[in-house]
T-cell receptor, first 112, second 114 residues
Framework: QQQVKQSPQSLIVQKGGISIINCAYE??????FPWYQQFPGKGPALLIA?????SEKKEGRFTISFNKSAKQFSLHIMDSQPGDSATYFC???????????FGTGTRLKVLA | DTAVSQTPKYLVTQMGNDKSIKCEQN?????MYWYKQDSKKFLKIMFS???????INETVPNRFSPKSPDKAHLNLHINSLELGDSAVYFC?????????????FGQGTRLTVV
């Protein structure tokens, strides 16, 4: 119940295309869902986050879609660029706790 | 200025040794964390401190002992290092766990036990 399942494991997209990464959870006590971007040799950096009372949140080229009834959320990267090539992690935080449960990561490669 | 800084960035040591990793944040945050990232890049929380008080200990072996001398620092001491401890250890901080959840991560410490 404390897991967050992430897919795909790896993704190759052409420059200008849309990258879509999906996550699913079971624990209804999760109340905060961030996405992190990690470049090799660096720490994860927050990209965008959403709470379950919102179905979509957009920041620049990055959009989170959230489906509370299906317990799924996804990251869409519009107009993907080679500089977006990184590993992306979804995460969820149980209400009232001080921790994130991370997905297993998606390695994105955007071809020039 | 680096928001969350860890030292050292790389650590190579022999089995059985004891080592420490230091972490400092200059964001004025109340909550600090240690996460472990294994060779498959899986990130898992180890400890969380809020205002210097231990809040979460995720069934980490007691060879790992965190210490928070003040709100801005959270150090990790590891005794009797084992091969399986090889990983990247990330320190992180967040303002709190209620209003602003965003966690800011350090650049990581790559620990290699030989």
């Amino acid at each position: 119940q404390q897991q967050v399942k992430q897919s795909p494991q790896s993704l190759i997209v052409q420059k200008g295309g849309i990258s879509i990464i999906n996550c699913a959870y079971e624990n209804t006590a999760f109340d905060y869902f961030p996405w992190y971007q990690q470049f090799p040799g660096k720490g994860p950096a927050l990209l965008i986050a959403i709470r379950p009372d919102v179905s979509e949140k957009k920041e620049g080229r990055f959009t989170i879609s959230f489906n509370k009834s299906a317990k799924q959320f996804s990251l869409h990267i519009m107009d993907s660029q080679p500089g977006d090539s990184a590993t992306y992690f979804c995460a969820a935080s149980p209400s009232g706790t001080y921790k994130y449960i991370f997905g297993t990561g998606t390695r994105l490669k955007v071809l020039a | 200025d680096t928001a969350v800084s860890q030292t050292p960035k790389y650590l190579v040591t022999q089995m059985g040794n004891d080592k420490s990793i230091k972490c400092e944040q200059n964001l004025g945050h109340d909550t600090m964390y240690w996460y472990k990232q294994d060779s498959k890049k899986f990130l898992k929380i180890m400890f969380s401190y809020n205002n210097k008080e231990l809040i979460i200990n995720e069934t980490v072996p007691n060879r790992f002992s965190p210490k928070s001398p003040d709100k801005a620092h959270l150090n990790l001491h590891i005794n009797s290092l084992e091969l399986g401890d090889s990983a990247v250890y990330f320190c992180a901080s967040s303002q709190d766990h209620i209003v602003r959840h965003e966690a800011f991560f350090g650049q990581g410490t790559r620990l290699t036990v030989v």
